[in-house]
């Protein structure tokens, strides 16, 4: 699994590096994600989990206000929640390829909205100082909406909130009809080369 999303991943920056106008950059931040698990009647709702997002971008420009963004971006989901006294963490780690369609709003604010699909690198459940991985309950792929606002600083440094919303059922449990989705809230820089 590991071996195809790397082929996928070259793939792609080898195509886009054939475009001269392609820009590549950095983005890096905190996000703050939380999950849900619906099965038969019961719904458990976690709470807000501090994770990194971290990666690199690379622009195609289409015209003054609107471009394509892609790149290979490291997304952590999760969540967190207590039972009986005892604190307990999932921790999700993706390898995200988003494909966005981003607009130019303005006084150096701009809008991006888009599909992305990510990959499943790691999962692992936290509780008592103890960790279990939980990867073979964890399906390897998940599809995500991206929707975001960001702002220039420069021409090299912009800023940016953005909202990953899990779109697909993440759990490879079928008893009872399980769903589990994920999403996150994100702040963060961006440097552009």
Same mark, same amino acid.
């Given at each position: ?19 001269? %106008? ?46 394509? %963004? ?13 039972? %009986? ?13 988003p494909v966005l369609a981003k607009f130019e709003l303005g006084s150096g ?27 073979? %309950? ?56």
């Amino acid at each position: 699994m590991f071996k195809k999303i790397i082929f996928i991943a070259a793939f792609a920056i080898v195509a886009i590096s054939a475009s001269a %106008q392609a820009k590549f950059g950095l983005k890096g931040g905190i996000s703050f994600a939380n999950a849900k698990t619906v099965s038969g009647n019961t719904t458990e709702t976690y709470n807000s989990l501090v994770t990194p997002t971290a990666g690199f971008t690379i622009d195609f420009p289409g015209s003054k206000s609107f471009h394509i %963004q892609s790149g290979l971006i490291y997304n952590g989901m999760g969540g967190k929640m207590s039972e %009986q006294g005892i604190d307990i963490s999932i921790n999700l780690g993706y390898l995200s390829i988003p494909v966005l369609a981003k607009f130019e709003l303005g006084s150096g604010f701009q809008g991006y909205v888009g599909p992305q699909l990510s990959f499943l690198m790691s999962a692992t459940a936290k509780a008592a100082g103890m960790s279990e991985d939980m990867k073979d %309950q964890v399906k390897g792929t998940g599809m995500f909406g991206v929707f975001g606002l960001g702002y220039k600083v420069s021409d090299k440094v912009n800023v940016f909130g953005e909202y990953v919303a899990g779109f697909s059922n993440l759990s490879k449990i079928t008893e009872n009809n399980t769903k589990t989705t994920t999403d996150a809230f994100s702040i963060g820089l961006g440097f552009n080369f």
